[in-house]
């Protein structure tokens, strides 16, 4: 039988990413394990009889996420992360409110996109909350753009949580929450010393709609310091084009890279994502990617 592991290797150094390659460094072979696999199977989930209080404002944490396109929207992400201890319950559409001339406004909601059910939270889980509004009209030739930048959340068990510096474009009309997704909770005993490491995405020249793309990750440690990896993190990555929007959690090929990233040392990362079939070559494909933990990286990759 033909190992899989090993036929991607041979296959890699033939592909495009021998192109992408620093020779000087072997290349971690990419590993089609998906994160949820080795999280916790009750670590967030749909409502239950034994339901947790409403979450409040103490409990919940609010930063943005990143922005980019889905279904031919112009969209924003917010994360709402559960910092305390205990589980609490969300509704299925959080209620989000934009900061207008004329006050708060709440947004509606696309039933037809979203769950319809009650979440509970576990501590250390985070839900992404995609808003989005629509991508198009004769209004965007105009200089003068109606971009939102101030929002906030409320709550259900209390309180509300702001966040400035967002980029919701109610140009063409108003926002709608799209999506609510669940992400498995952060592990706590995460390799200490991620959060030293930096990223570098190294990427194709062009991509195809409905192909797989790929690309290399680079991580660095400019410290002193060994950086363990023996727990292993988790990365998302994220492809964001005119007309959708793909995200995905993966583990990490640890094993490959030797548990480890060696001090004042790098190791280069194989990774394969799949551009949606229905992406538009407007714009290019916005590949970003993120380990759990650490650092960031991201680019654009031109459709063809």
């Given at each position: 039988m033909i190992n899989p592991r090993i036929t991607l290797l041979a296959c890699l150094a033939f592909s495009p990413l021998s192109g992408l390659a620093d020779q000087s460094n072997p290349i971690v072979a990419w590993l089609d394990e998906p994160a949820w696999a080795a999280e916790p199977a009750d670590a967030t989930g749909p409502l239950t009889e034994s339901t947790p209080a409403p979450c409040r404002q103490a409990d919940l944490d609010l930063t943005l996420g990143t922005a980019g396109a889905y279904h031919g929207r112009a969209t924003q992400e917010l994360l709402l992360r559960n910092t305390s201890s205990a589980p609490c319950s969300l509704p299925d559409a959080p209620a989000v409110e934009l900061a207008q001339a004329m006050g708060w406004q709440a947004i509606e909601t696309k039933a037809d996109q979203v769950g319809g059910s009650a979440l509970v939270l576990a501590p250390r889980a985070t839900v992404g909350v995609l808003l989005g509004t629509p991508g198009a009209c004769d209004a965007t030739l105009r200089e003068d753009r109606r971009v939102v930048r101030r929002l906030r959340v409320l709550a259900p068990g209390g309180g509300a949580l702001h966040t400035d510096g967002a980029h919701v474009d109610t140009t063409c009309g108003p926002a709608a929450l799209m999506r609510v997704d669940l992400h498995a909770p952060a592990r706590a005993t995460a390799p200490a010393g991620l959060g030293a490491l930096t990223a570098e995405l190294t990427a194709p020249r062009t991509a195809h709609a409905g192909a797989t793309v790929d690309y290399l990750v680079t991580l660095r440690n400019p410290t002193g310091t060994p950086v363990d990896l023996s727990t292993c993190p988790s990365y998302e990555q994220v492809l964001n084009t005119d007309s959708s929007r793909e995200a995905g959690?993966?583990?990490?090929n640890c094993a490959g890279a030797g548990g480890r990233i060696p001090a004042h040392g790098q190791v280069?990362?194989?990774?394969?994502?799949?551009?949606?079939?229905?992406?538009?070559?407007?714009?290019?494909?916005?590949?970003?990617?993120?380990?759990?933990?650490?650092?960031?990286?991201?680019?654009?990759v031109p459709l063809r």
């Open positions: 959690r993966w583990r990490l280069q990362f194989a990774m394969r994502a799949l551009v949606p079939a229905s992406s538009l070559a407007s714009g290019g494909v916005k590949l970003s990617w993120q380990l759990a933990g650490g650092p960031t990286a991201g680019t654009v």
